[in-house]
């Protein structure tokens, strides 16, 4: 649940009441990180990714969930700190703690917004876009070295992720899953340092170029 969501529901509330909301989200999320991580036999997620990159799981979903873990115990501290700010705490956002999501969120809004199909859906642990190509994609960004990103376009499905299990491909950890199988390197275009300009640049190929057909390879 984002800041919007709980800004909605708490319209009108009084404090306590407001305060209770905060505390069962918060709640919430910490339970649904706990969940995700027990599905594996672990507690932390560092424990899980070890598990994928030595083979003992396999690599998706299990990559999928240890983001999902993440971005939830990231978007819990975000909240966490929203709820000490907004009471008068000893709040004080850093970058560890600032959601990529909710920062693509409203990019996508500003950039590509005229190409979606519906307004982007903000879940607890991703983004989901719908757009008017009938592209659609399930996006999990920690950070600019730790991501998942799923699209499907008709009955193809691709992924361009960074799960550390193919080492002798080009810029490893990244690289993508296409819809025959093969796991290939990165394409051109989506070298970029900065995450956002980055996952931008993935949409403008993606809505041209669904499954990587005309990328550089």
């Known amino acids: 649940m984002n800041d919007a969501l709980i800004d909605d529901e708490s319209a009108g509330m009084d404090p306590a009441s407001v305060q209770s909301l905060y505390a069962r989200t918060l709640y919430r999320m910490r339970e649904s990180r706990k969940a995700l991580l027990k599905g594996y036999g672990v507690d932390e997620e560092a424990q899980l990714l070890e598990r994928i990159r030595s083979g003992e799981v396999a690599e998706h979903p299990a990559y999928e969930h240890y983001l999902g873990a993440l971005i939830i115990e990231q978007g819990r501290m975000h909240l966490r700190e929203e709820l000490l700010t907004r009471f008068g705490g000893a709040g004080g956002r850093d970058t560890a703690s600032t959601s ?24 607890h642990d991703a983004l989901l876009l719908s757009f008017d190509t009938g592209l659609m994609m399930e996006v999990r960004y920690f950070s600019g070295d730790e991501f998942s990103v799923n699209w499907n376009w008709g009955e193809a499905a691709l992924r361009y992720d960074t799960a550390p299990v193919h080492p002798g491909l080009a810029e490893f950890p990244r690289h993508v899953h296409l ?39």
Not at 186 to 194: E, F, I, K, N, R
């Open 100 to 123: 990529l999501h909710l920062m693509f969120e409203e990019g996508i809004e500003e950039k590509h917004g005229a190409r979606l199909a519906e307004p982007v859906r903000l879940a």
């Open 179 to 217: 819809d025959d199988g093969r796991i290939v390197p990165v394409p051109a275009g989506l070298h970029d340092a900065d995450p956002w300009t980055a996952f931008s640049n993935l949409v403008d190929i993606l809505l041209v170029d669904p499954l990587l057909e005309q990328c550089t390879i």
